[in-house]
C-alpha cells in the first residue's frame, strides 16, 4: 500500500535526521496506533499540517528533558538538569516539525501541500488539533537515552 511505503519512509526520515544532527543513531519503537481526536502529547510539540491528495497532520512531541538535549546540542554547550526556556524549546520543536515536514513533501510529492509549523506547550485544553481520520499512526524514537 502506497500510505504505508510514505509512513516507513517518514519514519526512515526522522531516524537519519537525529543521526545527521547529532551524529548518534536513533532507533525507532513499534507503531501503534492512536485515537486521532486524542493526539498524545508531551510539553513541547510542532505540528505541520498536510493537504492535497490526501490530509493529515505530522507531530513531533518531545519531554522537556529531551528538548533541553536537543537545545543544547544546536546552541552548542552541554545539556544541564534544567530544562530550556519555553521559547527555546518552542522554536526547537517548531524547526524540527518544519524539517520533517519540507521532507515529508519531497517524500509526499508535488500534490501535497506542506503547512508551516504550529508550535504548543503542554496539553493545551482550548486548541482543537484537526483531525483527518479515526486514527493515527504512532512511533516513539528512542534517541539516546
Known amino acids: 500500500m502506497e500510505s504505508d511505503a510514505h509512513f516507513d519512509q517518514l519514519v526512515d526520515l526522522i531516524l537519519k535526521y537525529f543521526e545527521r544532527t547529532s551524529g548518534v543513531p536513533a532507533q525507532a519503537g513499534e507503531p501503534t496506533s492512536q485515537p486521532a481526536s486524542d493526539p498524545i502529547l ?3 510539540t510542532g505540528v505541520v499540517a498536510v493537504s492535497g491528495q490526501r490530509s493529515g497532520c505530522i507531530y513531533y512531541t518531545c519531554t522537556a ?12 554547550g552541554t545539556a544541564s538538569s534544567a530544562p530550556p526556556e519555553a521559547q527555546v524549546a518552542l522554536d526547537l520543536v ?3 516539525a518544519n524539517v520533517i515536514g519540507g521532507n515529508a513533501q519531497q517524500i509526499l510529492g508535488g500534490g501535497f501541500i506542506i503547512s508551516a509549523p504550529k508550535v504548543l506547550k503542554g496539553q ?10 479515526d486514527d493515527a499512526r504512532v512511533f516513539p524514537v528512542e534517541w539516546q537515552n
Open 42 to 44: 508531551l510539553e513541547y
Open 124 to 133: 493545551p485544553q482550548h486548541i482543537r488539533l484537526p483531525v483527518y481520520s
Open 65 to 76: 528533558d529531551l528538548a533541553g538535549e536537543l537545545a543544547a546540542m544546536f546552541l552548542g
Open 94 to 96: 517548531g524547526e524540527i
